[in-house]
């Protein structure tokens, strides 16, 4: 096996170790900061009013279901952009690369 197929396995294995980890080993209610801020809030200035509101304010598993598609979009611009980096470098090197046929 390749050294750099050993190091991408182990890079893998330590991801998912890393995702893992807090969800086996550490106890605790999971919330968002957005949950933590109003609280906070409420806490510190009992007589706030917010001066806007939500023009839509979806269901739980909406927002869940609106997150994972803004994250799947933002994994496919970022996959798209590298892909895009990738081809014009070999296009790069293979425009600039001395020809043995042209004299």
Known sequence: MKRSTIVN??????VVALAAFPLLFISGDYGGADGIAAERIAADH???QPWA??????????????????AAIGAGVIGYY????????????????PSDAID
Request: proline share 5%; glycine share 6%; charged share 20%.
């Open 53 to 70: 509101s939500s023009l839509f304010e979806p269901s739980e598993e909406v927002a869940s279901g609106l997150f994972a598609a803004q």
């Open 46 to 48: 009992p007589d706030y």
């Open 82 to 97: 590298f892909g895009v980096a990738r081809t014009r470098r070999k296009l790069a090197g293979a425009v600039n690369a």
């Open 9 to 14: 396995w182990l890079l893998v294995v330590a």
